[in-house]
Nanobody, 116 residues
């Protein structure tokens, strides 16, 4: 059974930082691309950042220079370091795993709220 479990969300003031974690089980983690998506109320889910199995990364323009995605294959965990947070970063953040020819898996989401 595949499980992706996010943690690290919470409430923070503008300019603050948070680090999200996504712990994976039931997949050969090192073979999967890992992604972070977010969904704000009334908006569609959008890609925030992705890291391939080889470690290549890409980011949404809105988070470039502020967010960093990484992975630790030994711990089967992906991370999203978020800095200089803005109110518009407020959303539920979801972790996903993708691999060509395989199912796409999603975590349950973790709330991030940026407010003064």
């Amino acid at each position: 059974q595949v499980q992706l479990v996010e943690s690290g969300g919470g409430s923070v003031q503008p300019g603050g930082s948070l680090r999200l974690s996504c712990a994976a089980s039931g997949i050969i983690f090192r073979l999967y691309a890992m992604g972070w998506y977010r969904q704000a109320p009334g908006k569609q889910r959008e890609l925030v950042a992705q890291i391939t199995s080889r470690g290549n990364t890409n980011y949404a323009d809105s988070v470039k220079g502020r967010f960093t995605i990484s992975r630790d294959n030994a711990k089967n965990t992906a991370y999203l370091q978020m800095r200089s947070l803005k109110p518009q970063d407020t959303a539920v953040y979801y972790c996903n795993s993708e691999r060509s020819g395989s199912n796409v898996y999603w975590g349950q989401g973790t709330q991030v709220t940026v407010s003064s």
